[in-house]
């Protein structure tokens, strides 16, 4: 290996001997995040139950005979049925339950993902920006997100439903650009202190341009919040799509999610209770577990805050 | 010293201003930072620089580093003015102009490892260096401030404030600059922590040929530390003089006053002592009194100082003051520390 | 002189996840009317924690052992409200922020008046009255004006004298002042160590001053105890310990100190670092740092034994302390 200048090979040869010499990896705040996270019983039992809803939902519909838009016609409106194999009963139009709830839970699992990673991407950068840049700038990026606020969302989502037809995930994605708004604030807020801190100054004072302090400086200092709003952000989303999907602009027959389900199974539910039962104890159960993940989370950023 | 003493660095009429949000429907105020700062700095010298707070000795070290940009005045580097520097320009010049903080950890981003922390401004500004080469300088700077060189992918949140000190230090050297300005370095720290940092400093001076501006609130520290001294108050300079010259006979009041103030560790001189207490606090820079400043709390001052705001004058060999009455005004030593 | 407060064997711990880390230890001392005590140390020496047991403001996680006798009072383990009767009355506490330990949402009267109130039994009226009186006996211009002041409309040295006049309303036989004066500009340092000495002199409290500045020490303080590691390493009067230190650490925090008279060309610090309470050395916990540690120090610790003139230090090495090129 060549050095540019004679003292560049030496210096490398130094740190290639003292490569050999052990230097152990510290524990960085995220680790520690994580350890203090383990030790949050409620949230552990959250994540394994979260991990087992997924599974559910995604390796589920392989396991079972029937598949969520298969009509049995011998069984319609029927209660749970082992010998059937319809595990938790079928619908008014003789589909297995069990099969559409995992295909629900599926859908809403990917529509919520989506959205909150498009949010925190578009959230995070805009904020960031805003903050760190300051000023006029801020002022102009910050009014553009009042507007946007004040606008109500279903007329977007109407627009946007006329765009992408309804193709529940870029309805989603479309949602997800709405979403960003709250990230945004929250984030600037963050930027808004982490640039007055001392580090920041010392990158300035090194000759880093402000784009590199952003990523490398900044935005890695925002985890802890982001994070933490991005796990309220699933459940919100997951009953924003419920919500949408009552009004028939979500997703669409013969696919489903926990809402619709919820939805239909609502006005029946004194007739064909397990219409209702199912999805709305994966929903709820989701909802909780994503709750205490969260909050666990915000204690394991952020130990001061107890 | 030198046969030809060198200006590394000539601050000429700076001024900062702050505009201070007033209330929703009245006009921001104006606070005066700094105000016909005049200065020069030689190759190799430390430069005390010691006020109270607020009187603006941080704004001044950032305002040399172009962290701040000042309103007015020139900074000159070598010759060459940093104000009027284009950014890209200025980025280059970072290399010789580096800065340490008060508060280490603060100092020091939480997400990043001491290697990369002190690797940083390679990056930008040795882009030519790869990985391994910056390494070797890494762990050549962490022996050089006293760090382990299996200290290399720990956090900041793992050290003390006197190590995560010597990672700031680390961080400052590796671009090799010729002027380091080390702002209030040691007050964060344990007492002897903050004497190794202090013998550190002084170390990697001599090592590397820099020149330090040290800007602290103790003046027990800055004298230890500095070749000469410039007291700021409210903005202004008050006195520059050497470290000697201030302790054996300060002009200016607020000196003077500054040096009696100093906790001494020696019971008996501590008792012995006749403080020359300050009446009240510093005013408001937003609204400074009239003529000389310091004159609301000077125990010499005279109805003509409110009128007229004392010049900068040269006494003796380069000596500056700022005082209407220095020539007026007794030094007997013993008044002092009461020695 | 009458005792006001004696210490025996105290200790403070602080239970952590699966450990427990002790952050003071067989603390032993005692404080007479008027006196004033400096408590010296490094962060992590337990200066701070051992002075807020004797408060009752521990964390939740910390205990406090042993005795703190107030008279005939064990302020140790006493519930709660027993010890609201006496916290602010007999003994009261500053410290380095002011702004945290004042409501900044009510007056300055209003907060210094609740105490007499409280305490007292006083009328509000008066007790208005009385405040404003005291707000004028720690040095505040024009009391009545700044009586109306919310907090955050006061400087920091100004701040700090509220917290002043605030504990010696109730005028209490013990004040404890922890780090009064680390966040003060040094001229106003110099007016608050001036209102500390008049008033040990004029109201016989009986300071403890908590700090880790020597140069704060030698002014005001009549005897010294210097912490380290959580016990106490060396006691005695203040002209003792400076002029004549039997404990390497104190000459060590002597020798670190910069001293404006005397310049130096190099400090002699101590070397290495503060040790974490939850990993103290074997032996003597100084013993990594200290240049005289000889064999004995890495196995026995020694105990705070007396010596002489009322003296004691914790410390095996007997031999002259010559120390590097200021000794």
């Not at chain 3, 208005?128 to 707000?135: F, G, I, N, R």
């Not at chain 3, 209102?195 to 016989?204: H, M, P, R, V």
């Given at each position: 290996?060549?050095?540019?200048?004679?003292?560049?090979?030496?210096l490398?040869?130094?740190?290639?001997r003292?490569e050999?010499?052990?230097a152990?990896?510290?524990?960085?705040l995220?680790?520690?995040?994580?350890r203090?996270?383990?030790?949050?019983?409620a949230?552990?039992?959250?994540?394994f139950?979260?991990g087992?809803?997924?599974l559910?939902a995604?390796?589920?519909?392989?396991?079972?005979?029937?598949t969520?838009?298969?009509?049995?016609?011998?069984?319609?409106?029927q209660?749970?049925?082992?010998e059937?194999?319809?595990?938790?009963?079928?619908?008014q139009?003789?589909?297995?339950?069990l099969?559409?709830i995992?295909?629900?839970?599926?859908?809403s699992l990917?529509v919520?993902?989506?959205?909150?990673?498009?949010?925190?991407?578009?959230?995070?950068?805009?904020?960031?920006?805003?903050?760190y840049?300051?000023?006029?700038?801020?002022?102009?990026m910050?009014r553009?997100?009042?507007?946007?606020?004040?606008?109500?969302?279903?007329?977007?989502?109407?627009?946007?439903?006329?765009?992408?037809?309804?193709?529940?995930?870029?309805?989603?994605?479309?949602?997800?650009?709405?979403?960003?708004?709250?990230?945004?604030?929250?984030?600037?807020g963050?930027?808004l202190?982490?640039?007055?801190?001392?580090?920041?100054?010392?990158a300035?004072?090194?000759?880093?341009?402000?784009?590199?302090?952003?990523m490398?400086?900044?935005?890695?200092?925002?985890?802890?919040?982001v994070?933490?709003?991005?796990?309220?952000?699933?459940?919100?989303?997951?009953l924003?799509?419920?919500?949408?999907?009552?009004?028939?602009?979500g997703?669409?027959?013969?696919?489903?999610s926990?809402?619709?389900?919820?939805?239909?199974?609502?006005?029946?539910a004194?007739?064909?209770p397990w219409?209702?039962?199912?999805?709305?104890?994966?929903?709820?159960?989701?909802?909780?577990?994503?709750?205490?993940?969260?909050?666990?989370?915000?204690?394991?950023?952020?130990?001061?805050?107890? | 010293?030198d046969?030809?003493?060198i200006?590394l660095?000539e601050?000429r009429?700076?001024?900062?201003?702050?505009?201070?949000?007033?209330?929703?429907?009245?006009r921001?105020l104006?606070?005066?930072?700094?105000e016909?700062?005049?200065f020069?700095?030689?190759?190799?010298?430390?430069?005390?620089?010691?006020?109270e707070?607020g009187?603006?000795?941080s704004?001044l070290g950032?305002?040399?580093l172009q962290?701040?940009s000042?309103d007015?005045?020139?900074?000159?580097?070598?010759?060459?003015?940093?104000?009027?520097l284009?950014?890209?320009?200025?980025?280059k010049?970072?290399?010789?102009?580096?800065?340490?903080?008060?508060?280490?950890?603060?100092?020091?981003n939480?997400?990043?490892?001491?290697?990369?922390?002190?690797?940083?401004?390679?990056?930008?500004l040795?882009?030519?260096l790869?990985?391994?080469?910056?390494?070797?300088?890494v762990?050549?700077i962490?022996?050089a401030v006293?760090?382990?060189?299996?200290?290399?992918?720990?956090?900041?949140?793992?050290?003390?404030?006197g190590?995560?000190?010597r990672?700031?230090?680390a961080?400052?050297?590796?671009?090799?600059?010729?002027l380091?300005?080390?702002?209030?370095?040691?007050s964060?720290?344990?007492?002897?922590i903050?004497a190794?940092i202090?013998?550190?400093?002084?170390?990697?001076?001599?090592?590397?040929?820099l020149t330090?501006i040290?800007?602290?609130h103790n003046?027990s520290?800055?004298r230890?530390?500095?070749?000469?001294?410039?007291?700021?108050?409210?903005?202004r300079?008050?006195?520059?003089?050497?470290?000697d010259?201030?302790?054996d006979g300060?002009?200016?009041p607020y000196?003077?006053?500054?040096?009696?103030?100093?906790?001494?560790?020696?019971p008996?001189?501590a008792?012995?002592?006749?403080?020359?207490?300050?009446k009240?606090?510093?005013?408001?820079?937003?609204?400074?009194?009239?003529?000389?400043?310091?004159?609301?709390?000077?125990r010499?001052?005279?109805?003509?100082?409110?009128?007229?705001r004392?010049?900068?004058?040269?006494?003796?060999?380069?000596r500056?003051?700022?005082?209407?009455r220095?020539?007026?005004?007794e030094v007997?030593?013993e008044?002092?520390?009461?020695v | 002189?009458?005792?006001?407060?004696?210490?025996e064997?105290?200790?403070?711990?602080?239970?952590?996840?699966?450990?427990?880390v002790?952050?003071?230890?067989e603390?032993n001392?005692?404080?007479?009317?008027?006196?004033?005590?400096?408590?010296?140390?490094?962060?992590?020496?337990g200066?701070?924690?051992a002075?807020?047991?004797?408060?009752?403001?521990?964390?939740?996680?910390g205990r406090?052992?042993?005795?703190?006798?107030?008279?005939d009072?064990n302020l140790?383990?006493?519930?709660p409200?027993?010890?609201?009767?006496h916290?602010?009355?007999?003994?009261?506490?500053?410290?380095q922020?002011?702004?945290?330990?004042?409501?900044?949402?009510?007056?300055?009267k209003?907060?210094?008046g609740?105490?007499?109130?409280k305490h007292?039994g006083?009328e509000?009226d008066?007790?208005?009255?009385?405040?404003?009186?005291?707000?004028?006996?720690v040095?505040?211009?024009?009391?009545?004006?700044?009586a109306?002041a919310?907090?955050?409309?006061?400087?920091?040295?100004?701040?700090?004298?509220v917290?002043?006049?605030?504990?010696?309303?109730?005028?209490?036989?013990?004040?404890?002042?922890?780090e009064?004066t680390t966040?003060?500009?040094v001229?106003?340092?110099?007016q608050?160590?001036d209102?500390?000495?008049?008033?040990?002199?004029?109201?016989?409290t009986a300071?403890?001053?908590?700090?880790h500045?020597?140069?704060?020490?030698?002014?005001?303080?009549?005897?010294?105890?210097?912490?380290?590691?959580?016990?106490?390493?060396?006691?005695?009067?203040t002209?003792?310990?400076?002029?004549?230190p039997?404990h390497?650490?104190?000459?060590?925090?002597?020798?670190?100190?910069?001293?404006?008279?005397?310049?130096?060309?190099?400090?002699?610090?101590?070397?290495?670092?503060?040790?974490?309470?939850?990993n103290l050395p074997k032996g003597?916990?100084?013993?990594?740092?200290?240049?005289?540690a000889?064999?004995?120090?890495?196995?026995?610790r020694?105990?705070l034994?007396?010596?002489?003139?009322?003296r004691?230090k914790?410390c095996h090495?007997?031999?002259?302390?010559?120390?590097?090129?200021?000794a």
């Open positions: 290996m060549a050095g540019i200048t004679g003292k560049d090979a030496v490398t040869e130094y740190a290639n003292l050999t010499l052990d152990p990896k510290g524990r960085s995220t680790q520690d995040a994580v203090r996270l383990v030790r949050n019983k949230a552990v039992l959250s994540v139950v979260v087992f809803i997924i559910f995604f390796v589920g519909p392989y396991l079972l005979p029937w969520y838009d298969k009509i049995d016609w011998n069984n319609i409106r209660g749970p049925d082992f059937a194999g319809h595990f938790a009963g079928t619908d139009n003789g589909r297995d339950m099969a559409r995992m295909q629900g839970t599926q859908m990917i919520a993902g989506v959205a909150t990673l498009v949010s925190v991407f578009i959230g995070v950068i805009y904020g960031a920006v805003a903050g840049f300051g000023g006029k700038v801020d002022a102009v910050m553009f997100v009042d507007i946007m606020y004040a606008l109500p969302y279903i007329l977007f989502v109407i627009i946007l439903v006329v765009i992408f037809g309804r193709n529940p995930v870029l309805l989603f994605v479309g949602i997800g650009c709405l979403e960003w708004l709250t990230m945004a604030r929250i984030v600037r963050q930027t202190s982490i640039k007055e801190r001392e580090f920041v100054e010392a300035k004072a090194g000759g880093a341009k402000p784009w590199t302090i952003i490398r400086h900044i935005v890695p200092n925002l985890t802890g919040p994070v933490i709003y991005a796990t309220l952000t699933v459940p919100e989303i997951i924003t799509e419920s919500f949408l999907s009552y009004l028939g602009l997703v669409q027959e013969p696919q489903t926990l809402g619709t389900l919820i939805s239909f199974g609502s006005p029946v004194e007739t064909l219409m209702l039962i199912g999805p709305a104890v994966v929903l709820v159960t989701l909802l909780l577990c994503l709750t205490y993940i969260g909050d666990g989370l915000r204690d394991a950023l952020d130990p001061k805050d107890r | 010293m046969q030809t003493p200006n660095l601050i009429d700076l001024r900062k201003t702050f505009s201070v949000a007033g209330g929703l429907f009245s921001p104006t606070l005066t930072a700094l016909n700062i005049n020069s700095i030689r190759k190799g010298e430390t430069l005390g620089i010691v006020g707070s009187c603006g000795k704004t950032r305002c040399i962290l701040l000042p007015e005045g020139q900074v000159l580097w070598l010759g060459q003015d940093l104000t009027k284009p950014a890209e320009e200025m980025r010049r970072r290399a010789d102009l580096q800065i340490i903080f008060q508060d280490p950890l603060a100092s020091l939480p997400r990043m490892t001491v290697g990369e922390i002190i690797a940083d401004p390679l990056r930008t040795r882009p030519e790869n990985k391994e080469q910056r390494r070797g300088r762990l050549k962490m022996e006293g760090l382990l060189p299996e200290m290399i992918n720990r956090y900041p949140h793992e050290f003390s404030g190590q995560a000190q990672i700031g230090i961080r400052a050297l590796i671009t090799e600059p010729k380091i300005v080390c702002d209030e370095p040691v964060a720290l344990d007492v002897s903050q190794q202090l013998n550190l400093l002084s170390e990697l001076k001599d090592e590397f040929g330090l040290f800007i602290s003046l520290v800055v230890h530390v500095s070749d000469r001294i410039l007291v700021l108050y409210l903005g300079i008050v006195e520059l003089a050497t470290g010259e201030i302790y300060p002009r200016h000196t003077r006053a500054l040096l009696t103030a100093v906790p001494i560790p020696d008996r001189l008792r012995q002592r006749n403080i020359d207490a300050l009240g606090e510093i005013p408001s820079p937003i609204n400074p009194p009239s003529g000389c400043t310091f004159r609301t709390r000077c010499f001052a005279k109805p003509y100082c409110a009128e007229h004392p010049p900068l004058e040269t006494i003796e060999d380069n500056l003051v700022a005082c209407h220095w020539r007026e005004i007997p030593e008044a002092v520390l009461g | 002189m009458k005792q006001v407060l004696h210490v064997d105290m200790s403070v711990t602080f239970a952590l996840h699966n450990s427990e002790h952050a003071v230890r603390m001392f005692s404080l007479a009317q008027g006196e004033t005590l400096a408590v010296v140390g490094e962060s992590g020496s200066k701070s924690q002075f807020l047991a004797i408060m009752g403001l521990l964390a939740k996680n406090a052992g042993g005795r703190a006798m107030m008279e009072i140790i383990g006493m519930e409200n027993q010890l609201d009767k916290r602010g009355k007999d003994i009261a506490m500053i410290f922020d002011p702004m945290t330990s004042l409501n900044p949402t009510l007056k300055i209003t907060q210094l609740e105490v007499l109130v007292r006083f509000r008066k007790a208005v009255q009385a405040a404003t009186e005291m707000l004028e006996r040095g505040i211009p024009e009391p009545a004006k700044r109306n919310y907090p955050h409309e006061l400087s920091g040295g100004m701040r700090q004298r917290m002043i006049a605030m504990a010696l309303l109730c005028q209490p036989k013990i004040l404890i002042a922890d009064p966040a003060l500009d001229t106003v340092q110099a608050m160590l209102l500390f000495k008049s008033l040990t002199e004029d109201f016989g300071l403890v001053l908590i700090t500045d020597l140069g704060v020490v030698a002014g005001v303080a009549d005897r010294m105890m210097v912490m380290y590691g959580g016990r106490a390493v060396e006691k005695g009067t002209d003792d310990l400076f002029y004549d039997h390497p650490y104190t000459l060590g925090l002597l020798h670190s100190t910069p001293h404006i008279a005397k310049r130096a060309e190099r400090l002699d610090p101590i070397q290495g670092l503060p040790p974490s309470l939850e003597c916990s100084f013993n990594p740092r200290c240049a005289f000889f064999d004995r120090c890495l196995v026995e020694p105990p034994a007396p010596t002489e003139n009322g004691e914790a090495y007997e031999g002259p302390m010559a120390y590097g090129k200021v």
